[in-house]
Nanobody, 126 residues
Framework: QVQLAESGGGLVQAGGSLRLSCAAS????????MGWFRQAPGKDREFVAA????????YYADSVKGRFTVSRANAKNTIYLQMNSLKPEDTGVYYC???????????????????WGQGTQVTVSS
C-alpha cells in the first residue's frame, strides 16, 4: 500500500506561482512513477506531469510545458509541482498519484496509477 498526502494548493492571481507537494509513505519507492493530475468542475481528470522515482525522467502535458516543473526529493519521499505563469484554466483539484512500476509511454494514463491522494484545490483568478 502507498499513502499520498498533497499540500500547497490555494488561491492565486493569473501570472502567479504555487508549489504543490506530495508526501508518499508505505513502501519502497525505487521502481515507482509519481504523477500529478487535475480535475476542473464538470471535466474529466487529466494528466499534468509525472516523474520516474529512480531515473528522474519527467513527462508533461502540452498545456503546462514550460510553465510547470515536477521534481522529487528522494530523502523526503516527496514530489513537487512548481507551477509558474498560472492561468485561470489551470484551476481545479490537483491529485497526486502513484504507480508501482516504471511508466514510460503510459505515464500520462490515469488508469496506470492505482494509488491516489485526496487532492488539493488550486484556484487561479483572472
Amino acid at each position: 500500500q502507498v499513502q499520498l498526502a498533497e499540500s500547497g494548493g490555494g488561491l492565486v492571481q493569473a501570472g502567479g506561482s504555487l508549489r504543490l507537494s506530495c508526501a508518499a509513505s508505505g513502501r519502497s519507492f525505487f521502481r515507482l512513477t509519481m504523477g500529478w493530475f487535475r480535475q476542473a468542475p464538470g471535466k474529466d481528470r487529466e494528466f499534468v506531469a509525472a516523474v520516474q522515482w529512480s531515473a528522474g525522467s519527467t513527462y508533461y502535458a502540452d498545456s503546462v510545458k514550460g510553465r510547470f516543473t515536477v521534481s522529487r526529493a528522494n530523502a523526503k519521499n516527496t514530489i513537487y509541482l512548481q507551477m509558474n505563469s498560472l492561468k485561470p484554466e489551470d484551476t481545479g483539484v490537483y491529485y497526486c498519484a502513484c504507480a508501482t512500476t516504471r511508466l514510460t509511454s503510459t505515464a500520462t494514463i490515469r488508469n496506470a496509477y492505482p494509488y491516489w491522494g485526496q487532492g488539493t484545490q488550486v484556484t487561479v483568478s483572472s
